[in-house]
C-alpha cells in the first residue's frame, strides 16, 4: 500500500475510535447525558446535559391526529433557578387545507 493512504487510513481509525468513545462508551458520553421523554400521541422531549453545565431541551409537540404542532429547542443555564431561553420556536403550518 502507498504510505499516503496508510496514513489517511490512520487517522480515520483514529477519528471513528474517538468518536465512539466520546459519544458511546465514556463515563460522561453523549448518550449517557441525553433523556428522552415521549407522550402518548407522539410527541417528545429530549434534554441534553453539556459538558459546561448548561441544558438544551428539544421539544416536539402534536395534536390528537399526530399531525406536528409545534418544535421548540430551550437552552438552561447552569446557575440553579435558571428559565430556559428560547432558541428556536417555531409551528406547522399545512400547506394544503
Do not use: C, W
Not at 449517557?32 to 422531549?45: F, V
Not at 459538558?51 to 431541551?57: A, E, R
Not at 440553579?80 to 399545512?94: D, E, H, N, Y
Amino acid at each position: 500500500m502507498n504510505k499516503t493512504n496508510l496514513i489517511l487510513a490512520g487517522a480515520v481509525v483514529l477519528f471513528l475510535g474517538y468518536y465512539s468513545y466520546t459519544v458511546f462508551f465514556a463515563d460522561d458520553a453523549l448518550i449517557n447525558r441525553t433523556e428522552i421523554t415521549r407522550d402518548a400521541k407522539g410527541g417528545y422531549q429530549v434534554t441534553t446535559k453539556l459538558l459546561d453545565g448548561t441544558q438544551l431541551i428539544e421539544t416536539y409537540e402534536v395534536n390528537d391526529n399526530g399531525s406536528p404542532l409545534s418544535h421548540t429547542l430551550a437552552s438552561v443555564a447552569a446557575e440553579p433557578g435558571s428559565q430556559p431561553v428560547a432558541i428556536k420556536q417555531g409551528t406547522f403550518v399545512p400547506k394544503f387545507k
